[in-house]
T-cell receptor, first 116, second 115 residues
Framework: NAGVMQNPRHLVRRRGQEARLRCSPM?????VYWYRQLPEEGLKFMVY????????ESGMPKERFSAEFPKEGPSILRIQQVVRGDSAAYFC??????????????FGQGTRLTVV | AQSVTQLDSQVPVFEEAPVELRCNYS??????LFWYVQYPNQGLQLLLK??????LVKGINGFEAEFNKSQTSFHLRKPSVHISDTAEYFC?????????????FGKGTKLTVNP
């Protein structure tokens, strides 16, 4: 059973370009979470999605950032018109379902975005 | 609001010495606590979790943590560390709100084990 798969592992974009980060959850998991880790900081929640639904996007910047988790295929975190401040490690986590006390979220290896 | 404070940003220790990484949380209701480890350029791996029951929780790699409700703490301990334990450690609390849930992380503690 493969773990949470994120790609690419490393992504370099010039200022103004778009960045697309992909996350395939663990088999059987229908809940996906995106977190951002800035240098010398802990992980900050961005968005929580279920298939075809955004449940909580309270951590997403208001502009340029969007996320989706379609019925088929991976979850995508999209950053338009990237700026240097978007440089960070972006982690995806998945779980079987929210509200189940005994479940835990499993994390991917992350995508390290560098904006030049 | 739930939050997590990791009191030490860096902890250097010698190999085979004991270590304690401190974590304090604030939460008004049921508490679900986690410790994760992150090796350089890697993702997060769960070390242990407290959901309910015994306040002493044992995890992988010889780590354990004690949930202390009166002191709102969840400190991570290991009696004898190895060079391979060098990594960053994150304490987190699960926040449940409405139909959403998320992890709220501390800023992390970098553990460096020296020979």
């Amino acid at each position: 059973n493969a773990g949470v798969m994120q790609n690419p592992r490393h992504l370099v974009r010039r200022r103004g370009q778009e960045a697309r980060l992909r996350c395939s959850p663990m088999k059987g998991h229908s809940h996906v979470y995106w977190y951002r880790q800035l240098p010398e900081e802990g992980l900050k929640f961005m968005v929580y999605l279920q298939k075809e639904n955004i449940i909580d996007e309270s951590g997403m910047p208001k502009e340029r950032f969007s996320a989706e988790f379609p019925k088929e295929g991976p979850s995508i975190l999209r950053i338009q018109q990237v700026v240097r401040g978007d440089s960070a490690a972006y982690f995806c986590a998945s779980s079987p379902g929210a509200g189940r006390v005994n479940t835990e979220a499993f994390f991917g290896q992350g995508t390290r975005l560098t904006v030049v | 609001a739930q939050s997590v404070t990791q009191l030490d940003s860096q902890v250097p220790v010698f190999e085979e010495a004991p270590v304690e990484l401190r974590c304090n949380y604030s939460s008004s209701v049921s508490v679900y606590l986690f410790w994760y480890v992150q090796y350089p350029n890697q993702g997060l791996q769960l070390l242990l979790k407290y959901l309910s029951g015994s306040t002493l929780v044992k995890g992988i790699n010889g780590f354990e943590a004690e949930f202390n409700k009166s002191q709102t703490s969840f400190h991570l301990r290991k009696p004898s560390v190895h060079i391979s334990d060098t990594a960053e450690y994150f304490c987190a609390v699960r926040k449940l709100q409405g139909g959403s849930e998320k992890l709220v992380f501390g800023k992390g503690t970098k553990l460096t084990v020296n020979p």
